[in-house]
């Protein structure tokens, strides 16, 4: 909610693994805007849902999937990130952190 609430358009999805568990789990949200571009967030957890071994659900705008191949987090994370590009038809952003400020 805090993040739909600073950017409501940003598409997010959230992973959370837990070894001692043997759970992972994958939350999505897509603004209106995003689901009219063409990423889902039921069809972007289920990019992953065979990875984690799991199952999930939801609606365009919100979903989750949760599975127990928690070493599968990695691969799953780099699977989301390409369905979501591959979807909105974007590359990916790399940002350079600056390392000093001239103050003059």
């Known amino acids: ?7 409501p358009e940003t598409p997010t999805i959230f992973f959370s693994a837990d070894g001692d568990s043997g759970k992972i789990l994958c939350m999505a ?3 209106k805007a995003n689901v ?3 990423l889902k967030a039921n069809e ?3 990019s992953v849902q065979a990875l984690i071994g799991g ?3 939801g609606k365009p705008e919100s979903a989750q999937a949760s599975g127990t ?5 990695a691969a799953a994370m ?3 990130e390409k369905f979501a590009m ?9 940002l350079t952190p600056v390392t000093s400020v001239s103050s003059g």
């Open 29 to 31: 949200q897509c603004s």
């Open 86 to 94: 591959d979807k909105l038809k974007v590359d990916k952003v790399t």
């Open 69 to 73: 191949n928690v070493s599968s987090l």
């Open 1 to 7: 909610k805090q993040v739909k609430a600073l950017s």
């Open 44 to 46: 972007w957890c289920g």
């Open 36 to 38: 009219g571009a063409g």
């Open 55 to 57: 199952k999930g659900g």
């Open 78 to 80: 780099e699977t989301a």
